[in-house]
């Protein structure tokens, strides 16, 4: 008998406490002229609502059925802040993913908010690189040995994994995290992550030659680097990963990326959704008997209210009988669902949880005249990048120099911004939970202009993957009280062609030997991301009682003003030429 091995896989990831529907926009073309769409996607209810249509779907079907979470539910919104990891836990029960892989935010605070993490749900938590041999087990917040946790087997020098009925057969399940863990989150000191191509590469041999064929990859690398693992170990069945907050899919139509869904490496499929629960990732999957992958159909999917705003790219009305045009193009979109959800989960939410936010969305900071796009990486259509990552590093600034008047400049990496800022009211809210939803504190330190090029390129090339391996497009600097100008065609070490400081209304070239004051976050200021050459300051001053949006918060009540001034853009970027 030529058994079909089918399976159903429902998939999210980077979700970012995003409870409920999040903000999008995209922009359609229509007879001649560009219009624009704000809507509301995802949340988990409506994830519930989807997630359980397809498990249905696929038991009809006699498919086998995964849901998987790949990483980063932590962080994000005033859920996360106002509950911390509990909301994220029950609610994420409630949704019943087969496993989830440890994200780098779920370990921003250290080993201690996971355990807790840990406690509470009732699925899997994988970590196949997590190497907790040297944990002390005599500390209240250790992990080695949970029930719920699959971490690194230093013995056998292998991840453990879940290993399920697959058919006639079996279908193993490894997660694997960033081995740079300790660069861009906050692990504790006994806690280690190894290397994550070379766990991954000996644990599938180990799996294959137990006669597991079919072997699922829970990623949370980031695509590239899931890319680059496809090709370094062929025998993987598929990889499902997060991160990069990659939506594949060919949303181009719709103003968004044009990526394959199910890209393939070789014969490795690799699907991601995207961010914030915006989209769920559906696909109908079929190997062979020997875990190859035969056939994959599916798609992204946003989950878009029924309510929809419609204006021009200049913001201004359009007729009724346009309106109903481009609704209709964007609804026929293969890549959108409707708005039904999950009436249990919903309550859930909106009893236990959104009253303690309510507060916050009463206090309105002002109105913001325009929409302000967040991208980390500069692009064809931001060739300066984010649009708001420069109006807080400006924030930053200004709040640093009632204490230190002597202050040059501010820094601050692309991940440290969470979302676009779009036109409307501004509340406490919207700070706090969406844009700068990390209370981190400020710092000050003095270093030589050399370190500052060295900084710059740095966390550039990591950025960017220019001939660095980074931790992702977060650590994309944008400055303030300085400019810089970066050329990723140059050789190492030359990228950097040009730094200026803005002093006394004119832009002066930065001395290699010259001493400059700047202000980071404490997080970029520890030398996270790329930043390590920080480290080499002379002095580092910690700002009493001042966080990052407090700084953003204070800028914009103070000055009156959100963000209606034009200065001049700080990031001048060419892109490197793009290797194979």
Request: net charge negative; with cysteine.
């Amino acid at each position: 008998m030529n058994t079909r091995y089918t399976l159903s896989l429902a998939h999210i990831n980077d979700t970012h406490s995003n409870f409920e529907a999040s903000a999008v926009q995209f922009s359609l073309a229509h007879q001649g002229c560009q219009y624009k769409i704000n809507a509301k996607s995802g949340g988990y209810a409506r994830l519930s609502f989807q997630i359980n249509q397809a498990r249905q779907a696929a038991k009809a079907k006699s498919n086998a059925f995964l849901f998987l979470h790949a990483g980063d539910s932590f962080q994000g919104t005033l859920y996360f802040r106002e509950f911390q990891g509990s909301a994220n836990a029950h609610l994420l029960n409630l949704l019943a993913p087969d496993a989830m892989v440890l994200g780098n935010h779920e370990i921003d605070a250290g080993n201690g908010p996971v355990q807790a993490f840990l406690n509470r749900i009732e699925f899997p938590l994988l970590a196949g690189n997590m190497d907790l041999s040297q944990e002390d087990l005599t500390k209240p917040g250790r992990l080695n040995g949970h029930p719920m946790l699959y971490d690194y087997d230093a013995e056998l020098k292998l991840a453990k994994v879940i290993v399920k009925p697959f058919h006639d057969t079996q279908l193993a399940i490894v997660g694997i995290t960033l081995d740079q863990m300790a660069l861009i989150a906050r692990p504790d000191p006994d806690t280690h992550f190894i290397d994550a191509i070379a766990t991954t590469e000996r644990t599938v041999k180990h799996l294959k030659a137990q006669g597991i064929h079919h072997i699922i990859v829970l990623s949370h690398l980031g695509l590239d680097q899931d890319r680059e693992l496809a090709n370094l170990v062929p025998d993987i069945s598929l990889i499902v990963g997060g991160h990069s907050h990659t939506l594949q899919g060919d949303f181009n139509v719709l103003g968004l990326s044009q990526l394959a869904y199910g890209e393939r490496q070789g014969g490795t499929a690799i699907v991601h959704a995207g961010k914030y629960a915006e989209t769920l990732g559906l696909a109908e999957i079929e190997f062979d008997q020997s875990g190859k992958l035969t056939s994959l159909s599916g798609n992204n999917f946003f989950m878009l209210d029924d309510e929809l705003e419609i204006t021009t790219l200049a913001d201004e009305a359009v007729p009724n009988h346009i309106q109903h045009q481009l609704e209709t193009l964007l609804r026929n979109h293969p890549g959108i669902l409707g708005n039904e959800q999950d009436d249990n989960l919903d309550s859930v939410i909106q009893t236990q949880y959104r009253p303690a936010l309510d507060a916050l969305e009463s206090q309105v900071l002002g109105h913001v005249p325009r929409d302000f796009i967040h991208t980390r990486l500069p692009s064809r259509h931001h060739p300066h990048g984010s649009e708001i990552a420069p109006w807080v590093s400006r924030s930053m600034y200004k709040m640093a120099k009632k204490q230190i008047p002597e202050l040059d400049f501010a820094l601050h990496n692309a991940g440290g911004v969470r979302q676009s800022l779009t036109r409307g009211q501004l509340t406490m809210a919207d700070v706090l939970g969406r844009i700068l939803p990390f209370e981190l504190p400020l710092v000050a330190y003095q270093l030589k202009g050399a370190h500052l090029f060295d900084i710059l390129e740095s966390c550039i090339n990591g950025a960017t993957n220019n001939d660095a391996t980074g931790t992702g497009a977060g650590s994309f600097p944008y400055p303030y009280g300085i400019r810089y100008f970066y050329d990723g065609t140059q050789a190492q070490g030359q990228r950097i062609t040009k730094i200026e400081l803005h002093k006394q209304g004119q832009w002066r070239a930065i001395c290699p030997d010259s001493l400059y004051i700047g202000v980071s976050t404490a997080y970029t200021a520890s030398g996270k991301e790329g930043y390590h050459g920080l480290l080499n300051a002379l002095w580092f001053k910690n700002l009493p009682k001042t966080t990052l949006p407090e700084a953003f918060v204070d800028f914009i009540g103070e000055k009156g003003h959100l963000l209606t001034e034009n200065f001049p853009p700080n990031v001048h970027y060419i892109r490197h030429a793009v290797k194979g």
